[in-house]
């Protein structure tokens, strides 16, 4: 819900009474940016709920953090923009609405601000409100380790505390002696250890008894509209081959689901795909392969534990500004984990047809039980009850 600054109410927390939370109804800033936001968004309120029944949240939330009471100032899909060219296009908008927020937490100050990802807006906020001494904190540490590695000091500078939610994140930051908590990942809290496929697809009204591929192009439209046609083309090549392969298309929403229809009618007019929305993890667990875009639901995939492709194509002025600048071996979260290729990865020009039909015909029709201790190690090295742990670095860092 989209309202003017002018008309929200000035927002007053109480003092801590004799070192203990009684009467204190704090105050917390939190902005976040996308969907996978919105849900680790959701964890942490929820959680600081349990110690503070009364607290208010306030900035930019999605539908997960709403339905907790958050007070949204604006959309989230405001902060929903990826890559270089797309941002110049908004970039106007963007500091009116980074402006508006710093304006409503310096009057209005929060016990704590958490920018939840969307790094390129939040820590500009978050230097912001540290300077005019509110303390600040950043959920999901920026890539830093991945490219332009001195950015670290920028994050310093904007933050009183990093929570991250990967191991080797806060090796990196031990090594710059900057403040980082590792808090583990909800999704492996909320994903269970082992994810039944006959279960998913009745639940989903699925075949039983075809192989199911999930076409998965992505949440945001500008990936979604990238990706698509190299994932329909591959879809009716396998088709040829096998035609009582299934496809499904989890979407996030109605508007993607939308925008996958109308791209399908252009590019594959004839191929048959089930369209679900908003149950990604049921479909992941129904599907016997994943064909997806590179980020977090790459992570859902690894806990769930299926195969999968992950491919990636940006803005090609953005591919083309940025591709020297980063060092990494691998982009997708299971092989970063491992520190090897457990799954395959296409970017840019390698997204074709040509590469992407052999990769999903061998995780198709060959023995990939291999995978399975590798999910594993991955699960329980991330299930550390991370809302709790976020909940608990927020408290202590407001405590100082």
Same mark, same amino acid.
């Given at each position: ?133 509110? $303390? %600040? ?5 920026? *890539? ?9 000091? &920028?994050? #310093? @500078? ?120 908003? $149950? %990604? ?5 129904? *599907? ?9 639901? &790459?992570? #859902? @995939? ?99």
């Amino acid at each position: 819900m989209t309202e003017t600054i002018e008309n929200q109410v000035t927002l007053n927390a109480s003092p801590i009474i004799n070192g203990t939370t009684a009467e204190f109804n704090p105050v917390f800033g939190i902005v976040v940016g996308e969907h996978s936001g919105d849900t680790l968004g959701a964890g942490l309120m929820s959680s600081l709920m349990c110690n503070y029944p009364n607290a208010k949240f306030i900035g930019i939330g999605g539908p997960k953090m709403l339905a907790l009471g958050f007070e949204s100032l604006f959309e989230m899909e405001e902060l929903s923009v990826m890559g270089i060219f797309e941002v110049l296009g908004r970039l106007k908008r963007l500091f009116h609405v980074k402006d508006c927020l710093a304006a409503q937490f310096i009057q209005n100050r929060p016990d704590v601000f958490i920018g939840i990802d969307a790094p390129d807006f939040n820590l500009r906020l978050e230097r912001q409100l540290k300077k005019k001494g509110i $303390k %600040t904190v950043h959920y999901v540490s920026p *890539s830093v380790w991945a490219w332009r590695e001195k950015r670290i000091f &920028t994050i #310093e @500078a904007a933050t009183d505390m990093v929570l991250s939610l990967l191991p080797f994140e806060k090796d990196f930051y031990d090594k710059y002696e900057v403040p980082c908590t590792f808090v583990g990942h909800p999704l492996a809290d909320d994903i269970p250890l082992s994810s039944d496929k006959e279960e998913a697809r009745q639940a989903l009204d699925l075949p039983l008894d075809n192989k199911i591929l999930a076409l998965m192009p992505g949440s945001r439209g500008g990936e979604l509209s990238r990706l698509t046609e190299s994932f329909l083309l591959s879809a009716e090549a396998l088709l040829n081959e096998d035609p009582g392969l299934h496809f499904v298309a989890p979407m996030i929403s109605d508007v993607r689901a939308e925008q996958f229809k109308s791209l399908k009618q252009n590019i594959a007019p004839n191929l048959a795909v089930t369209i679900i929305i908003n $149950k %990604t993890q049921q479909v992941i667990a129904a *599907s016997d392969c994943l064909l997806m875009a590179s980020g977090t639901v &790459t992570l #859902e @995939a690894s806990l769930i534990k299926r195969p999968m492709v992950i491919c990636y194509k940006f803005n090609a002025f953005t591919y083309h500004m940025f591709k020297g600048l980063v060092k990494l071996e691998w982009f997708s979260l299971p092989n970063l984990l491992t520190k090897k290729t457990l799954v395959p990865e296409l970017l840019q020009g390698q997204v074709t047809v040509d590469n992407i039909v052999p990769l999903l015909k061998e995780r198709l029709y060959q023995d990939q039980t291999f995978l399975e201790d590798e999910y594993m190690k991955i699960h329980l090295s991330l299930k550390k009850n991370a809302s709790k742990e976020a909940a608990k670095a927020v408290m202590d860092l407001m405590s100082k």
